[in-house]
T-cell receptor, first 112, second 114 residues
């Protein structure tokens, strides 16, 4: 079956530091990959996505590249802000599917 | 657009009581999902509907849980009787089927069963 594995948090870092959150997946076929973000007290929001190998999704300074050879979709941001403190979820959906499979989430805390 | 609207925002009840959570999806969306979020299990898909029809309810924990979608603009998740282990945040999400699975989440219902 499909599964998504993320690094466990919490990840604590200082403002302007570099952030990486690892995500690997197992899936049949050619899934689409997503990063969702959950700010405190809110529901999840789509952050970025990639639909095929070597695609790079980007939004709000975050980037992630679909690496089929390593089945990975690591999230990166070069300089984080306090406002980036949130829980980040990696997710996939298989081609022609309608059901997202989420990873366990990684809590990120950015300190001033 | 008002987004996905869930009610109530918070619910505190006693063990054994019936709990009903409500969701209004984004107008025009034809897929609706119910998720449960806990520290222990993370985000779990309970059930989802396409065009008001339940497609996959394999995530519903047990018979105490039931979900309905009587029309395209309303869904309920009911727990009867509730138990303390049901305490969690319950999210509703909607999407346009075939849109690339971009989900729009509501703000959730924080349920506490005492």
């Amino acid at each position: 079956g499909n599964s998504v594995t993320q690094m466990e948090g919490p990840v604590t870092l200082s403002e302007e530091a570099f952030l990486t959150i690892n995500c690997t997946y197992t899936a049949t076929g050619y899934p689409s990959l997503f990063w969702y973000v959950q700010y405190p007290g809110e529901g999840l929001q789509l952050l970025l996505k990639a639909t095929k190998a070597d695609d790079k999704g980007s939004n709000k300074g975050f980037e992630a590249t679909y690496r089929k050879e390593t089945t990975s979709f690591h999230l990166e941001k070069g300089s984080v802000q306090v406002s980036d403190s949130a829980v980040y979820f990696c997710a996939l959906v298989r081609a022609a599917g309608n059901k997202l499979t989420f990873g366990g989430g990684t809590r990120v805390l950015v300190k001033p | 657009d008002a987004g996905v609207i869930q009610s109530p925002r918070h619910e505190v009840t006693e063990m054994g009581q019936e709990v009903t959570l409500r969701c209004k999806p984004i107008s025009g969306h034809n897929s609706l999902f119910w998720y449960r979020q806990t520290m222990m299990r993370g985000l779990e898909l309970l059930i989802y509907f396409n065009n008001n029809v339940p497609i996959d309810d394999s995530g519903m924990p047990e018979d105490r849980f039931s979900a309905k979608m009587p029309n395209a603009s309303f869904s309920t998740l009911k727990i009867q009787p509730s138990e303390p282990r049901d305490s969690a945040v319950y999210f509703c999400a909607s999407s346009l089927q075939g849109s690339g699975e971009k989900l729009f989440f509501g703000s959730g219902t924080q349920l506490s069963v005492l």
